[in-house]
């Protein structure tokens, strides 16, 4: 009985405190992949890990930057609004949001009239 609690107290016991601060970290290693893959435009598997830190941590402000960049590159521009809509919703002061979110408005307009002269 005394061995059982001695493997308790001395193995299980700092392996259940070691893996149960592992979590948040997680999240935080889905945003350096996604980094990862987009330096490399990889851009689905960027959005990919990107969604799987949102779901881990939903109010990483930078999590919802890094995805709307994704899907500015991608073209998929009204997921991108919305993305850093949310990101400036949680991070408003952030100033790297702040300006992407800023270029992104400046060049929407571009796209779309972009767009609308291929169609013609």
């Known amino acids: 009985m005394i061995k059982k609690i001695l493997l308790y107290a001395f193995i299980v016991f700092p392996l259940v405190i070691l893996f149960s601060g592992c979590t ?69 002061e952030n100033k790297y949001i702040k300006s992407n979110y800023q270029k992104f408005k400046e060049n929407y307009p571009n796209k779309k009239k972009n767009n609308e002269k291929k169609k013609n």
Do not use: M
């Not at 889905?30 to 490399?40: D, P, S, T, Y």
């Not at 890094?66 to 521009?77: F, I, M």
């Open 24 to 92: 948040q970290p997680l999240a935080r290693t889905q945003l350096v992949f996604g980094i990862h893959a987009a330096e490399k435009d990889l851009w689905d598997e960027a959005i990919f890990r990107w969604k799987k830190a949102l779901l881990e941590n939903p109010n990483s402000a930078a999590a919802h930057n890094n995805l709307a960049v994704a899907y500015e590159k991608k073209g998929l521009l009204k997921k991108a609004e919305k993305e850093y809509e949310a990101a400036l919703k949680l991070a408003p």
